[in-house]
């Protein structure tokens, strides 16, 4: 059953809040860990303008700008790159916290990712990863390149044994452009030893337009979205490795890469319902990962084909489920329906899959809140998403009561005074202590840290 946009607001009470939003909230938080009341909080209160013009924030939070695209790195490397995307934080010494941020690179990226003897996998690719060392007062102690020569580095994930997966949102082959190589893989990035990063493809994890990773500690499986541009949409995967929990390069040993498939569901844009149910989903193996001819989405997956979705972007694990988001659905671009925005989890244990959240916007054309991307649970007992749509553009955070607030906005203005336009929030993520939370602005590209009364 599909519903209007002021069906949502009705029902949610979310009016003004610029998100609104059905089904079951609680659910996505599990697994979280939460100093919060289980019933959560309603938000820290409106945000205040920031007479530096960079980051509204509510009252008693304040941030410090780690690093800004342009500006030298610490390591002497070259610029800190440009298109600043995917990130986590991952436990340093002596209370520090290392970042491992993604560079989302194209052609027209004003500033590459310096490639690095060592950890270049293919000059002719500009994106890339760069490492931060910071402490709890915002001092940044090493920024360095963590890994080169990869292309469109969008998001990723970290893995149960503290290294990121980068993710290339790509599917171009040696030739194109100034490629030496084939693109669109997955690599491994240790966050704390750049010797230790190895620049070569995971081959067996698959070819094609990835976007976010999320890995079971259980078992190591990993799951995978992808973020294709045209019709067909993308698939969402798993990948079982021959070497589960092996640690720091064991999945080069390799593994099986499979896709979803609900049956007599080609397209998840026409579950329209919060709740909707699917028991014993099918997964099905890809017959080509590399993709030497053919893209995996439009590969023979043999008898009732395989389940697609568009804008399949941020994933994570919680308690014995992975979550994805398709960030939209729009059927003039050839989805089968329209919806502003989908969380989805998955429950290997019952191959249960179900239909979490549905994102609807505002009026309030300065807040859309449609299109959540990267997404990542609080440890204040609530969700933080950033919002990449129209117009202003917010971390959003949701409570355990449903209620939807702002945390943070953009006020870069990278368009004009008389049509304003404002980067995209990216890799939200909070230090081990859960003190801070980190946050990028794709463009210009800039990391903030985040401190405040969280336990209020």
Not at 96 to 123: C, F, I, K, Q, S
Not at 198 to 219: K, N, S, W
Not at 290 to 315: M, N, V, Y
Request: glycine content about 14%; overall charge negative; aromatic content about 10%.
């Amino acid at each position: 059953m599909s519903v209007s946009r002021r069906q949502l607001l009705a029902r949610t009470g979310a009016v003004g809040a610029g998100i609104a939003f059905t089904g079951s909230v609680e659910q996505l938080f599990a697994g979280a860990a939460s100093a919060a009341p289980a019933g959560g909080h309603d938000g820290y209160g409106p945000l205040v303008p920031d007479p530096r013009g960079l980051l509204d924030l509510p009252r008693g939070f304040r941030y410090t700008v780690l690093s800004r695209e342009g500006e030298p790195l610490r390591s002497g490397e070259g610029a800190v790159p440009s298109h600043c995307d995917g990130m986590a934080a991952f436990p340093g010494r002596r209370g520090r916290t290392w970042l491992v941020r993604n560079h989302e690179n194209r052609p027209d990226a004003a500033h590459r990712v310096p490639a690095v003897e060592g950890v270049t996998y293919d000059p002719g690719g500009l994106g890339g990863c760069t490492a931060l060392e910071v402490d709890a007062a915002g001092r940044v102690h090493t920024e360095r390149v963590a890994i080169a020569g990869t292309a469109v580095n969008c998001a990723g994930g970290p893995t149960p044994w503290n290294t990121w997966l980068t993710c290339e949102e790509t599917e171009d082959k040696a030739g194109t452009g100034n490629y030496t190589k084939d693109h669109g893989f997955i690599f491994e990035v240790d966050p704390y030893d750049q010797g230790r990063t190895v620049p070569e493809p995971l081959t067996a994890m698959g070819r094609f337009q990835h976007e976010a990773i999320a890995v079971d500690p259980r078992d190591g499986t990993v799951y995978e979205t992808e973020d294709a541009f045209e019709k067909p949409f993308g698939l969402f995967y798993r990948f079982l490795p021959e070497r589960p929990r092996g640690g720091f390069g064991s999945l080069r040993a390799g593994g099986r890469l499979e896709a979803l498939c609900v049956p007599g569901v080609p397209d998840l844009s026409v579950v329209q319902e919060p709740g909707t149910v699917f028991d014993h989903v099918e997964w099905k193996k890809v017959p080509d990962p590399l993709a030497a001819q053919t893209p995996i989405r439009f590969q023979d997956f043999g008898s009732g084909g395989i389940t697609h979705a568009q804008k399949l972007e941020g994933c994570y694990w919680g308690g014995d489920r992975v979550y994805f988001v398709s960030s939209f659905a729009k059927t003039k671009d050839g989805s089968r329906a329209d919806h502003f925005g989908q969380v989805w989890s998955y429950e290997p244990r019952h191959r249960r899959l179900t239909l979490v959240i549905v994102f609807g916007p505002d009026t309030d054309l300065e807040k859309p809140g449609e299109s959540p991307d990267n997404i990542c649970l609080a440890p204040q007992g609530g969700l933080m998403v950033c919002e990449d749509g129209n117009g202003a553009q917010h971390v959003f955070g949701v409570s355990r009561r449903r209620t939807v607030y702002p945390m943070a906005r953009n006020r870069q203005n990278i368009g004009t005074e008389t049509e304003p336009e404002w980067g995209e929030f990216a890799g939200v993520t909070f230090s081990p202590d859960n003190r801070t939370m980190y946050v990028n602005v794709y463009t210009p590209g800039t990391t903030f840290a985040v401190t405040g009364p969280w336990s209020r």
